[in-house]
């Protein structure tokens, strides 16, 4: 990575982690008014979503740790610096999520035979504040793109700019999965508060106290798959899987029609961490004289095609395994 997109992308993260802390402050001061609020209203219903707060507060604080310990220099043990923090944390904040969620589905069941009494109006309001609060934060961080939109690809590359032939834009970008997985929790927890205030309503219109744990039901359904597929991009990337935005054969298939190249082999693809694309491929090249010329090439193609920033090519004469995966 040059000079200047190791500078871009700490902007880009120390802007993450500007609005990281305002939301995290506002998530906090919030908790504290809904647990107040709960223990007020004797609202069960208003402290199961104050745990659902608490959580979202955890995830944001492990949100703001892991993108600035990624910023921390490279070191002899550890090459690629610590990059791979932000999906262990996205990967720890999936799990809470989904273990929350069967928390909420256990606690839903049970208050089905007990519907607890509340007071549904002082509820009600405080859900109301509760969605302000994440509103704001939601769109605080909406918007965000995976690691460091234009970051990828060096200024004199003049087609960087344009979408290349399969439609690819290079401000398409992967989400960064950290602030993906926050924004995640901001949503869960806004549908907290949306099926809360629901909740009040049809407890003060008709006095029915079934409604909180049937609401609370249909919001943990609601999240659970969307955090199962953050867990997977997490378990995907970790497991040094192919990108989800690259196709294997087409980068192959791209490189074989490079002139002079006869062959690749053992070629790899994988997600350091969100918007880091790297690989490492055997290139097999009949005129080894023109292997600078090539690999220039090579590297040019990956880069302004494919968004591969970080490509080890290993230039070879004839091999017998050239057409091997």
Do not use: C
């Not at 008014?33 to 659902?52: K, P």
């Not at 929350?100 to 549904?120: D, H, K």
Request: no cysteine; aromatic share 6%.
């Amino acid at each position: 990575m040059t000079t200047e997109e190791e500078r871009r992308r700490n902007n880009l993260a120390l802007e993450r982690m500007k609005k990281l802390k305002i939301v995290l402050v506002l998530t906090s001061s919030y908790l504290v008014a809904e647990v107040a609020g709960g223990l007020l209203t004797n609202s069960l219903a208003l402290l199961a979503d104050a745990g659902h707060m608490l959580t979202d507060v955890g995830g944001l604080t492990l949100a703001l740790f892991a993108i600035s310990y990624a910023r921390r220099p490279a070191t002899p043990q550890r090459t690629y610096g610590f990059y791979r923090m932000e999906i262990l944390a996205s990967l720890a904040n999936g799990v809470a999520l989904i273990l929350l969620s069967i928390y909420i589905l256990y606690e839903a069941y049970t208050r089905i035979f007990a519907p607890p009494e509340v007071q549904s109006l002082s509820m009600t309001i405080v859900a109301a504040i509760g969605l302000g609060v994440n509103l704001t934060g939601m769109r605080l961080l909406g918007g965000e793109k995976g690691g460091g939109h234009n970051y990828h690809r060096h200024h004199h590359h003049d087609s960087s700019s344009h979408p290349d032939e399969h439609g690819h834009d290079d401000k398409e970008e992967e989400k960064n999965l950290n602030i993906e997985g926050a924004r995640l929790e901001l949503l869960s927890d806004m549908l907290g508060s949306i099926g809360v205030i629901a909740a009040g309503a049809i407890i003060m219109a008709t006095g029915l106290y079934l409604a909180d744990p049937i609401v609370s039901i249909g919001l943990a359904v609601f999240i659970l798959p969307r955090t199962w597929s953050l867990l997977k991009k997490s378990v995907h990337i970790l497991m040094e899987g192919v990108p989800s935005n690259i196709s294997y054969e087409e980068v192959k298939n791209a490189i074989l029609q490079v002139r002079g190249v006869t062959g690749i082999f053992d070629m790899h693809i994988w997600t350091i961490t969100s918007g880091i694309n790297a690989l490492s491929a055997h290139v097999v090249v009949i005129d080894t004289g023109r292997s600078n010329a090539i690999l220039q090439e090579i590297n040019s193609l990956l880069e302004n095609r494919f968004r591969i920033t970080h490509a080890t090519i290993q230039i070879e004469s004839y091999h017998s395994e050239s057409g091997a995966p």
